[in-house]
């Protein structure tokens, strides 16, 4: 099983908004309403953002969003903030043989 | 407040065998799977497998099926990831999580720094 597809870096300003991508295939992305996303801060273990594809766990602020189209997930942050910087990954169910991938990381800066 | 505990980092040798812990509290610990994912250092994430510990039913990624084993002692609501003959490239943080899907891991242990060196 590859690992999701995603850029190896994003950036944006303060306040900008920036989308972040993960392209699979149809066996994972494109096949299932199962896309989470994470947040990694250095040297601190990852935290939930997005489940479901577009749900967002309590306490997560509204800033962050997700969506899909075909086989790409995308996450959105809106109103970027200097506490956004860190690495994102997303991570796809991919049916009962595989169960779950993740993507291969993106590391947000905020400029 | 639902907490992962995980056991404290390890230096091995190649060859060795290991088990680390996972300690879960504040939750039903029968009833949400346990996740466990590696981070080699300086790299992204790997999902490595689940356990449920309710029944022990376990789902490992192909890429760790028969490298690693999971295992649970619900009496004690603790997971395991064990190792029968560890390598150089099983260096690596070990995350564990708890899991109400395969891949919706909302509460994450601190992590467990697995060295293996000669």
Redesign the interface.
Same mark, same amino acid.
């Given at each position: 099983?590859s690992?999701l597809t995603q850029p190896p870096s994003a950036s944006g300003s303060p306040g900008q908004s920036v989308t972040i991508s993960c392209t699979g295939t149809s066996s994972d992305v494109g096949g299932y309403k199962?896309?989470?996303w994470?947040q990694?801060h250095p040297g601190k273990?990852?935290?939930?953002m997005i489940?479901?594809v577009t749900k967002r766990?309590s306490g997560v602020p509204d800033r962050f969003s997700g969506s899909k189209s075909g086989n790409t997930a995308s996450l959105t942050v809106s109103g970027l903030q200097a506490e956004d910087e860190a690495?994102y990954?997303c991570?796809?169910?991919a049916g009962s043989?595989?169960?779950?991938?993740?993507?291969?990381?993106t590391k947000l800066t905020v400029l | 407040e639902v907490q992962l505990v995980q056991s404290g980092a390890e230096v091995k040798k190649p060859g060795e065998s290991l088990k680390i812990s996972c300690k879960g509290s504040g939750y039903s610990f029968t009833t949400y799977w346990i996740?466990w994912?590696r981070q080699m250092p300086g790299k &992204?994430?790997?999902?490595m &497998?689940?356990i449920y510990p309710g029944d022990s039913t376990t789902?490992y990624?192909?890429?760790f099926q028969g490298q690693v084993a999971m295992s649970a002692d619900k009496s004690i609501n603790t997971a395991y990831l064990l190792w029968s003959s560890l390598k150089a490239s099983d260096t690596a943080m070990y995350?564990c999580?708890r899991g109400s899907?395969?891949?919706?891991?909302?509460y994450?242990?601190? &992590?467990t720094l697995v060295t293996v060196s000669s």
């Open positions: 099983q690992a199962y896309v989470s994470y990694q273990a990852p935290k939930l489940y479901e766990p690495d990954y991570c796809s169910y043989n595989n169960f779950g991938v993740f993507g291969g990381g | 996740g994912v &992204g994430l790997e999902w &497998g689940i789902r990624s192909p890429s995350y999580a899907s395969p891949i919706k891991f909302d994450w242990g601190q &992590g």
